[in-house]
C-alpha cells in the first residue's frame, strides 16, 4: 500500500477522511466567517434593527443639536468681544484718529451692527405635489423643487453686486471669508444648519438692491422654475433695519502639511 498523503492510513475509516478534504476546509471556514458577521451583526446593534433609519435620525439630531450649540457660542463669543473691546477702548490710549480708524476697519469686516435701510430676498422649496404650470415643459424632477446652493450664492452675489454694505442669511452676519453652501436640502453656514425658507436681508438702497436682482442671469433662470414649478421668491423692503454683527471666530483655519 503506498504512503502518499492521498492514500488512506491503517485504522482510518474514508468518512473520516473525506472530511479533511480542501473542499470540506472551506466549507467549515465559509460558516466560520459568516458565523463571525452574525455576531458583529448583533454586537453592534444591542438588541434594535440596524435595518431602519433610527441611525439616520441621530444623526440627524446631533447635527441640530450641535447647530444650535455652535449658535449659543457664537452668542457667547459676540458677548466676550464686546467687553474686551470696551475694556480696550478705555485702557490702550489710542488717540481719535486711530479710534475711528478701527471703527470703520471693524464695520468693514462686518463685525460691528449695521443700520439702514433693507431689502429681504426669501426663497423656498416647491410643493411636493408641484407640476409643469406652463405648456412645453416637462414634469418635474425631485431636482427641480428644492433651493440649491448656487441660487442662495446668486442672491447674495447680486446683492453685493447691488452695492449692499451688508448681509445677514437667516439670523448671521456675512463676512469676507462666509461661505453659503448646501448639503442635500439643509444650509450650511459657518457651523450651524438650516432648512428652507431661507431668508437674505441686505442694508443698502432697496431700489439698486432690486435692479440688481432683476439684473442677474443666474437669477434669470431661478425665476423660471419660479413660474412653471412654483419655487419660491419674494422680495420686500424693510425700511429701517439694524443688522447684527458677525459674532463666530475671526481666525482663519487652514490645512498644514505633515512634517
Excluded at 137 to 149: A, C, F, M, R, W
Excluded at 153 to 179: C, E, H, Y
Aim: a neutral charge.
Amino acid at each position: 500500500m503506498s504512503n502518499s498523503a492521498d492514500s488512506p492510513q491503517p485504522g482510518s475509516s474514508p468518512d473520516r477522511i473525506r472530511r479533511f478534504r480542501p473542499v470540506r476546509l472551506l466549507t467549515v471556514s465559509v460558516f466560520a466567517l459568516a458565523g463571525l458577521i452574525f455576531f458583529t451583526s448583533f454586537d453592534t446593534a444591542k438588541g434594535t434593527d440596524i435595518r431602519t433609519d433610527a441611525s439616520l435620525l441621530k444623526l440627524s439630531d446631533l447635527i441640530q443639536e450641535r447647530s444650535h450649540k455652535n449658535g449659543r457660542f457664537d452668542e457667547s463669543n459676540g458677548s466676550l468681544r464686546d467687553d474686551v473691546e470696551n475694556l480696550a477702548e478705555r485702557d490702550n490710549g489710542s488717540t481719535a484718529a486711530e479710534a475711528a480708524k478701527l471703527s470703520a476697519l471693524e464695520k468693514n469686516a462686518g463685525t460691528q451692527k449695521l443700520k439702514g435701510k433693507a431689502l429681504t430676498v426669501t426663497l423656498n422649496d416647491a410643493p411636493a405635489n408641484a407640476t409643469a404650470k406652463l405648456p412645453g415643459y416637462p414634469e418635474p424632477q425631485p431636482d427641480y423643487l428644492v433651493i440649491h446652493q448656487q441660487d442662495l450664492q446668486a442672491v447674495v452675489n447680486a446683492l453685493w453686486q447691488g452695492g449692499a454694505k451688508g448681509i445677514k442669511v437667516m439670523d448671521q452676519r456675512l463676512i469676507s471669508t462666509s461661505a453659503v453652501r448646501c448639503v442635500g436640502n439643509t444650509l450650511i453656514l459657518q457651523g450651524r444648519v438650516y432648512s428652507p425658507p431661507y431668508k437674505i436681508q441686505a442694508v443698502g438702497d432697496p431700489e439698486k438692491l432690486e435692479k440688481a436682482l432683476t439684473a442677474s442671469p443666474a437669477i434669470q433662470n431661478y425665476m423660471v422654475y419660479v413660474n412653471v414649478y412654483g419655487l419660491g421668491w419674494k422680495v420686500e423692503e424693510d425700511g429701517a433695519v439694524t443688522l447684527p454683527g458677525y459674532s463666530g471666530t475671526v481666525d482663519l483655519h487652514y490645512a498644514k502639511p505633515v512634517e
